[in-house]
């Protein structure tokens, strides 16, 4: 299924209600435009709704649960529907695209043909995601795009996405069994990163393991793009694309229409990948008074000896799916 292509070939609703087409698999449910040209898509239920859900409005989307809908096909036909109806009304385009993206999940997860419950959820899930629009940004894109560019690198996607850090708390961006990976990146052609005391020392049995990234901005991917890439590798389920997006829009709050467009060369950053082992970063050394903690420092890499492919695996074989193959 792609809505974007299948909404490239509707256009303005030229009378009340939407001009649509029905979603291939389901004959409940339609993705269309309004008046406006604002994407829209529509979801019906095999069941009836008892009463009233309240609509709801935020800044880049609104949502109405079970209202009559005129919907006009492309065919002439022209019908009236009881559907539950979200609707961007961002005009701007990445964000649009963004949008489509998250609705064709939420298409997968309902089904073809789902009960009024299960489609409130499945909106409620949208709403929830673009609410974190109305926050402020919780990491840097420069970092997000690192992290990014590990998952879409990585031998298996699905299994890194997997270890993908569940908040922008997370003490580590990456954990998987005895495995514990940060991504470190520099836009200034420098191998010199922030670091913190505790990710240099992950918990006893595992291995740390920091990857470096040196970013040009220019002409490359941008972060809209590598979530695409990323979709089209996955293969764990649905629930690990609500994931990367759920994540991507808790990173870039209201940030995210801009974040998407931010473009680095991605090939470069490719070339530029280095490993190393945690205990290979220079690093205050010895014990912290008690009264200490928190302890950041910044750190050159420049004469550290990068770890190969094959020394990392000898040492945390639990790493195979999250490094790039050879």
Known sequence: MNLAGLLDTIGKATGPGYAARAIPGSLLHFVGRDAEGFPVLMLGSRDTPHGLTPAIRLQAVEVQFAVLCQVSLPEGQRGEHRLSVVRCISTDSELQRYFLKVVEA???????????????????RVVELFQRLTRPPTREVIGLYGELLLILWSASATDSLRAWRSDSTARFDFSSDEVRIDAKVSGRRVRTHSFSLDQCQPPPGTTGLIASILLEPGAGASIGDL????????SGGLSLVMKLHDLVADSLGGALAEGLKTRYDDKA?????????????????????????????RSDLTAVEARVRAEILSKAPAAVQILPPD
Do not use: C, N
């Open 227 to 234: 979530l695409q890439k990323i979709e089209v590798r996955l």
């Open 269 to 297: 950053a490719r070339a530029s990948l280095r490993w190393y082992l945690s205990s290979d970063i220079p690093s205050p050394q010895g014990a912290l008074p008690p009264a200490v903690s928190e302890v950041r420092f």
């Open 106 to 124: 939420i298409v997968h997860l309902v089904g073809a043909s789902p009960t009024f419950t299960q489609v409130t959820g499945a909106m409620r």
